[in-house]
């Protein structure tokens, strides 16, 4: 299992840097275009907000295994460790909820767009961008659920990922 872990978590870490490529070439380009040509692009924009879209979800998932979401830590300090443990594993299982209402609606709106194009790039589905809700959200609930398997063992989430153990509060 951990070997498909690592699948996923390379599989996401070079999507992560192929959107941030592409939006940093089309704000370059649309840049260059604009200032030098004197013409805009008019698809760089619409481009770059849906793939940021997507660089969000995707580094959203990868922040929760690497536990560097922002959080408080003033009363967990204050915790036992096993205390700490249990009330990480109850937030976690509140947000996986939530999580599990976004892919559901997500999953509905990624559906009524399936006809619809974008804007400036009419070859596209208008579902591309939506989709990165659904896909995002359950890639978060995976990765939360690895985190709890970790709260329970003890054992790190993944290569990348700091032991849980050394987690601040924890």
């Known amino acids: 299992m ?3 872990w690592r699948v ?3 599989a996401t870490n070079l999507a992560i840097t192929a959107l941030f490529a592409v939006i940093l070439v ?3 380009a649309q840049v260059v275009f604009r ?11 619409e481009v770059s907000r849906y793939m940021f879209v997507w ?4 580094g959203a998932y ?3 295994l690497r536990n560097a979401h922002i959080g408080v830590d003033y009363v967990t300090g204050h915790l036992p460790r096993a205390a700490v443990r249990a009330l990480n594993v109850v937030l976690a299982l509140i947000i996986i909820g939530t999580l599990a209402f976004a892919a559901h609606h997500g999953s509905l709106l990624t559906l009524d767009n399936m006809a619809a194009s974008w804007w400036t790039v009419p070859f596209l589905p208008m579902s591309l961008p939506y989709a990165a ?7 978060m609930i995976v990765a939360l ?4 398997v970790g709260l329970i063992s003890g054992q790190s989430v993944g290569p990348d990922v700091q032991d849980v153990n050394e987690a601040p509060g924890m």
Request: proline letters at 3%; aromatic letters at 10%; a positive charge.
């Open 35 to 45: 200032y030098v040509l004197g013409s805009s692009l008019s698809w760089s924009e």
């Open 133 to 139: 809700v659904p896909v995002g959200a359950c890639l």
């Open 145 to 148: 659920i690895r985190v709890i």
């Open 55 to 58: 660089l969000c979800y995707l």
């Open 26 to 28: 089309a704000m370059f």
């Open 2 to 4: 951990v070997k498909v």
């Open 62 to 64: 990868v922040a929760i």
């Open 8 to 10: 996923i978590d390379r």
